[in-house]
């Protein structure tokens, strides 16, 4: 019974990040792709959770916890990387709003 409530969890976990992923290619704009980019990296630690579960093994443990760190070093040196020229975060909305560029 645990392995079929696994295996149904990791199936939802796949189409999350599969969303996530279209979010990340698709934008529209630089913090949409931020947040895709973190939710990515969420599901694939989902998915590696339930691996380890799933397999009764210890061996992803250390690897979750690196892949969390790089994860959040990543998003938060890219937040900084945005907030040294704001400007950066309005990459495309003004086209969204159906205004046009000067």
Known sequence: MTEVVIL???ALVTAAATLCLWRLVRGPTV???TIAFDMLAICILAMMAMLSVLWNTHLFIEILMIYSLIGFVGTVAFVA????NPNRLLDGAQFRRGEKSE
Do not use: E, I, N
């Open 31 to 33: 913090p949409d792709r």
């Open 81 to 84: 990387y945005l907030m040294s």
């Open 8 to 10: 149904f969890c990791l």
